[in-house]
């Protein structure tokens, strides 16, 4: 007899295979060598740290921690056992995923309070319509990313690929206006451009 075993693995296509079963329903591999048979069928790092669950009959998602688990799904006879895996990233990427995560949070919050200091006071070259920019030429010492941001609307003010949305650094200051929009409390006296607009364009999206 043989059980045939379909693998899901994140949008990666299924893989399947058979594994033999004796005469008593038993599966011929205890759950750790179904961890390093899918571990070569799908060509993961060896020491990869592999979650595999199931859908029971209920459509309760179930994990395959032990021997005791698959013992118990091959009870149930099934026609075909379909498993779905992931992949644990181990506590230092885990740590550091979650560092570089908390730096852009910050490095965001920064650019957002940056793009308002600039449109409501000015700053080195850059600032708002009715206001002459400052004359110090050296970078701003309040903000880290302010002359990121200057060089940022300097380069929208004169971009001709922004027309036709071709131009990623133009993109990225759409993003951060966007964002800024979304969290304004008082768009009606603010002064970063297009803020009410693109408030109003996310309220009726919303609506």
């Not at 970078?139 to 380069?155: A, D």
Request: glycine share 6%.
């Amino acid at each position: 007899m043989e059980q045939f075993i379909k693998v899901r693995f994140g949008d990666a296509p299924c893989d399947s295979f058979s594994v033999d079963v004796d005469e008593n329903g038993k599966l011929g591999l205890d759950v750790l060598g179904l961890r390093t048979k899918i571990l070569s069928r799908l060509k993961l790092p060896p020491d990869a740290d592999l979650v595999l669950t199931y859908y029971d009959l209920e459509g309760d998602v179930v994990a395959l921690h032990e021997d005791g688990d698959l013992h118990a799904v091959m009870e149930r006879r099934p026609e075909f056992l379909s498993i779905c895996v992931q992949m644990r990233l181990k506590k230092k990427k885990r740590r550091r995923r979650q560092e570089e995560d908390q730096t852009t949070y910050l490095k965001l919050s920064e650019a957002m309070e940056c793009l308002e200091h600039i449109c409501t006071r000015g700053c080195t070259i850059v600032g708002p319509y009715d206001m002459e920019p400052t004359k110090m030429k050296g970078p701003c010492s309040k903000f880290s990313t302010c002359k990121g941001v200057q060089l940022l609307i300097h380069h929208f003010a004169t971009c001709k690929k922004r027309v036709n949305h071709g131009c990623l650094r133009c993109k990225r200051l759409w993003q951060l206006l966007r964002l800024h929009s979304s969290i304004c409390d008082r768009p009606d006296s603010c002064r970063v451009p297009l803020c009410r607009k693109k408030r109003d364009d996310i309220i009726r999206i919303l609506q």
